[in-house]
């Protein structure tokens, strides 16, 4: 009987050992997984592209300003989305990280990328950053590239799913010709350095400085309605890169400058009442490249 004890004893004794040693390998590397997150949101908070960022007021901008997702943790949707909302732990760090992670989650959102896509587009924000954090290389952040790329799989948090609704509704280009709009722009800027942005085939080039290699700064327009509408997230929500309506508004001080289609032939106010809307500078200018395109083909 005092064997038989002994050797439960023996055999307990065995599984504590072996238990404890799950429970401590299991925290080890949670312990692992938190610190390696929280540098990658420190490395992404030096991401070069908030250096860019320029309100219209002439004051440093405060990061939670441009948080857009405030509140929308409440209703997360997947457990994946919680690597994003964590950053919100390390105040201003986290909160200029999140500018970014946003940013790169509206991208694949409106490009509708792949699980391959999605890493690409992490990898080369998180090179970027690197840039200014050497401690690192990115092959010591695969785990973190991994685990975001599933976010960025999922539907974006409700407050911003809300505001791109928004943006949409009040820019609705679907029936847009933006073959047409681009053949006019394209023509129309001489001897100004221009792109035609692709958001599916140049996923990081609004976070890219476009005068790092060329000492002129670009005037962007989108070829489609996916990129217009990431273009307008980062003009309006982000202010990185100025919008513009007329040659004579290019900044070579800015990253880059945007140039958007006109507004859609809408009849708002007017409509109700039978009345003709007023054209904008934007339609008025857009007249003037096709104009000055018929010119330039005779």
Known sequence: MSFSLKGLGQVIHELHSIFSGIVHKRQKRKNEWETLKSDAYEILAKHPALNHVKPLQPWNPPW????????????????????FFDASALAEPGARAKIIMLALWIIAHETKATKSDCRQLISTALEMSLEEEPRYRIGDLQMFVDRFADTLRTPLPSRVKKILEELRS?????????EEFEESFNSSFVGTRTIVYDACAAQSLLLTDQKAEVPMSPIIAPKNLPSHLTLLWFTE?????KRI????????DRCWNAFFPPGPPLNRAGSKYGLSRKRTTRESTLEEFKDRAIANRS
């Open 64 to 83: 939670q300003r441009f948080d857009h997702s405030k509140g929308s943790d409440t209703q997360m949707l997947y457990p994946s989305q919680r690597i």
């Open 170 to 178: 009040e820019h609705t280009h679907k029936l847009f010709n933006f």
């Open 237 to 241: 929500k982000l202010s990185i890169g």
């Open 245 to 252: 309506d007329r040659v004579e508004d290019h900044d070579n």
